[in-house]
């Protein structure tokens, strides 16, 4: 009310002293609101912080938006400069032409190099190259389908950070980074080395095995470190307003007293992150079913042709070993990290809800309605962490991917056992 009649009347003494229009009142009156606005929620308004933050996204992130842009997962958008059409369409060319090349790497090896193979191996490589290809081209539609929108999310997340004083530890973010990147590297040029002495150095095989099963795998690891930075991020920001929280609500200082507009701020904060989660798991939803059927077909195939060659040592050797074990510590590192930072989410808020709980209301009679209705956010599941409607992302779906992983080995040791038995009658039969 106080604020109102002062404006009315600074109105009045404007028009009055300085002889102006009405339009032309009401615009400087509105420009003078719009300044007193900017002055009193300079958490949503103060480009400049906005701005900063962006340009701290784009230094200690630089190196993944440089694997992205080379894997085609990420839009030529997230650096500003490159925001003309013309980048878009460089990129669009750059994705079809690595397209092509993938899906008649894939093409060729399944033609030419698993056909002295059973049907049984056949099918299953051909199923894990058909969900690779599958895979990448939905990794290049999304990368394609965000280009307008990656600066939006990157404004969105600094204005959110700037609202909440959160003020990112660089360091720590690229050290985050470069630990993902360096690993995806690792494991990349490791398979290169070891896939060439796999096919006995020979050049052609070798290239048809890195465009059919090395690359996209790499592709989509650099595209899960994107899904991995986010994740992290919301759970740094969780536990930073887990400590706030904590230090609004257990002063040590008696005359301060824990005050209800700020628990209710943070308990918005805290809702936003969640309702983040949530939004990038169901971007992600399509990529993940994709790597956990890859994944799962590799990892039990491997297996398979693991336990089958230990009775045949002779027929394999150390780069076979290497290759195997290399596969199978890739896929249980894929599938494991997707659920690892979902757990981290879920871990900061069950942090928080124990915390809420050791509120004694006693003591805060102010804060009961604050403090139930935030206790009861923390218990209603949003599905924040569930994919495709079924596949919940936490630790316990390891259970279910082990027993899954156990039937499936069964049967294929009863298919195996079956194909023999059958084999044998007719080359008998042959022979007489």
């Known amino acids: 009310m106080w ?33 007193e606005l900017h002055s009193r929620y300079s958490f949503t308004s103060n480009w400049k912080g906005v701005q900063s933050n962006n340009d701290s996204f784009n230094r200690h992130l630089n190196w993944l938006f440089v694997a992205s842009l080379l894997a085609s997962t990420a839009p030529s958008s997230i650096y500003p400069k490159f925001q003309p059409r013309f980048y878009a369409h460089l990129q669009l060319g750059w994705m079809l032409v690595s397209y092509v090349w993938l899906c008649l790497s894939a093409f060729l090896e399944f033609v030419n190099i698993t056909f002295c193979l059973s049907d049984l191996e056949r099918l299953l490589y051909g199923v894990e190259s058909l969900t690779y290809i599958l895979h990448i081209a939905y990794i290049m539609f999304l990368a394609w389908q965000w280009r307008q929108r990656v600066q939006t999310v990157f404004t969105a997340i600094a204005q959110f950070d700037l609202e909440m004083g959160y003020i990112e530890n660089c360091e720590r973010s690229k050290h985050f980074v470069q630990l993902q990147l360096w690993l995806v590297g690792i494991l990349g040029v490791s398979a290169f080395i070891i896939d060439f002495g796999y096919h006995k150095w ?222 044998k009658p007719a080359n008998d039969t042959k022979t007489v």
């Not at 404006?7 to 615009?27: C, G, N």
């Open 202 to 423: 020979n050049l052609c095989k070798w290239l048809l095995s890195i465009g059919t099963y090395v690359l996209p795998n790499v592709i989509s690891s650099v595209s899960f470190v994107q899904y991995y930075v986010l994740l992290q991020g919301v759970a740094w920001r969780l536990q930073k307003i887990n400590q706030f929280l904590r230090q609004e609500l257990f002063s040590f200082d008696p005359n301060c007293k824990p005050q209800r507009p700020t628990v209710q701020k943070l308990r918005g904060l805290q809702a936003q992150l969640i309702r983040f989660t949530k939004s990038v798991n169901r971007v992600y939803e399509v990529s993940i079913l994709f790597v956990y059927v890859g994944s799962f077909v590799n990892f039990n195939l491997n297996l398979f042709l693991a336990y089958k060659t230990i009775d045949r040592p002779e027929t394999s050797g150390w780069f076979w070993w290497s290759y195997m074990i290399l596969w199978l510590g890739m896929h249980m590192g894929k599938m494991f990290s997707i659920l690892f930072f979902n757990h981290l989410v879920q871990l900061e808020q069950s942090n928080c809800l124990a915390l809420m709980f050791k509120v004694r209301l006693s003591d805060s009679h102010h804060l009961i309605e604050s403090c139930k209705h935030f206790v009861l956010q923390l218990q209603t599941r949003i599905r924040e962490n569930v994919v495709c409607g079924v596949i919940q992302l936490d630790l316990q779906f390891i259970t279910a991917l082990t027993m899954a992983t156990t039937n499936v080995f069964i049967f294929l040791l009863q298919y195996d056992i079956t194909f023999e038995a059958l084999s």
């Open 3 to 35: 604020k109102d009649w002062k404006l009315s009347r600074k109105r009045a003494q404007v028009a009055t002293w300085f002889k102006r229009t009405p339009f032309e009142t009401s615009v400087l009156i509105r420009k003078r609101r719009i300044r």
